[in-house]
Every structure is written in structure tokens, then in C-alpha cells.
């Protein structure tokens, strides 16, 4: 089966760390896109961090620059988000999507929840 399964959210106070994992199954990330999204309560998802194809260079969006960081294992097929300085905005689900054979993959979203 092919699929993507986050993990490693949690409730956080401001200013503390997490890491998401993203394990892929059934497939191998290879040279394909791997982003990770945030969806904030009542919100859109946005695109946060990413690898585009055929690329190891991150890119992210300039709310999260400088505190989070894109990685991937290709070893282990996982990819990660580490997140410090986290602020009370960064609460929301998060995903983490790539693509297999031309499908667009998403995995089921960790929560991550920041408040004192």
C-alpha cells in the first residue's frame, strides 16, 4: 500500500522544539517532491518547506525560515521537519506529500499544538 505516515506532534509551549517524521510505504521518495504543509484551525493549508524535484536544496516559506528545517533519509525513506522557536501560530495539523508514479500522496497530518 502506498502511503505516508507523519508522526512526532504534540502540544509544545512557545518557544520549544518538535520533529515531525514522515515515513513513506508501498514507494521511495527517489527524486520526487517532498513538502510538508501546514493547516492551521479554520485555515488553508500552506506550504511550508520543500524538496523539489530532482532536488536536495530546501526551500521554505518565509514565516518558518530560519527556525525549521526540511531533511530527508532516503536510506530510510523518512523525511523530517524540525521546528524550534515554535510560536502559538504555528499550531495546526501538519502533512507531509510527494507522489508516486504521477499520484499525489498525503499522509494523515500529526497535530501540533502550541500554547502555554
Known amino acids: 500500500q502506498v502511503q505516508l505516515v507523519e508522526s512526532g506532534g504534540g502540544l509544545v509551549q512557545p518557544g520549544g522544539s518538535l520533529k515531525l517524521s514522515c515515513v513513506a510505504s508501498g514507494f521511495t521518495f527517489g527524486n520526487s517532491y517532498v513538502r510538508w504543509y501546514q493547516q492551521a484551525p479554520g485555515s488553508t493549508r500552506y506550504l511550508l518547506a520543500f524538496f523539489a524535484i530532482n532536488s536536495r536544496k530546501p526551500t521554505y516559506r518565509q514565516s518558518v525560515a530560519g527556525r525549521f528545517t526540511i531533511s530527508r533519509n532516503d536510506a530510510d525513506n523518512t523525511a523530517y521537519l524540525e521546528m524550534k522557536d515554535l510560536r502559538p501560530t504555528d499550531t495546526g495539523v501538519y502533512y507531509c506529500?510527494?507522489?508516486?508514479?504521477?499520484?499525489?500522496?498525503w499522509g494523515q497530518g500529526t497535530q501540533v499544538t502550541v500554547s502555554s
Open positions: 506529500n510527494s507522489q508516486f508514479e504521477g499520484q499525489d500522496i
